[in-house]
C-alpha cells in the first residue's frame, strides 16, 4: 500500500507516494536535496529549473558510473571464477 511522505527539495515541499518506507524516502530525498544544493553553491546565478536539469544530470551520470563498474567487476569475477575451475 502506497504511503505518502512530504520533503523538501531546494526549499520546496514535494509530496511522494511510494511504497518505500519513511526511511528509504529520507535518504533519497536527503540526497537530492545535497547534490542541487552543491550546484546552487557553485552557480550563485542559475535558476532552479535549471540546477535540477544539472542535478538530475549528476545523478545519471553517479548511476552509469557505478553500473558500468559493476558490469566489469561481475566480468573480472566471472573470468576468475572460469580461471580457478580450468586449473
Not at 561481475?74 to 580457478?84: A, E
Amino acid at each position: 500500500m502506497k504511503k505518502s511522505y512530504e520533503v523538501n527539495i531546494l526549499g520546496q515541499k514535494f509530496v511522494l507516494k511510494t511504497d518505500n518506507d519513511e526511511s528509504h524516502v529520507k535518504k533519497v530525498a536527503d540526497y537530492v536535496n545535497k547534490v542541487m544544493h552543491s550546484i546552487k553553491e557553485k552557480t550563485s546565478t542559475i535558476s532552479t529549473q535549471n540546477i535540477a536539469i544539472l542535478g538530475a544530470l549528476n545523478i545519471a551520470e553517479e548511476t552509469f558510473k557505478e553500473k558500468d563498474e559493476f558490469k566489469a567487476m561481475i566480468t573480472d569475477w566471472r573470468d576468475r571464477l572460469k580461471d580457478s575451475l580450468q586449473e
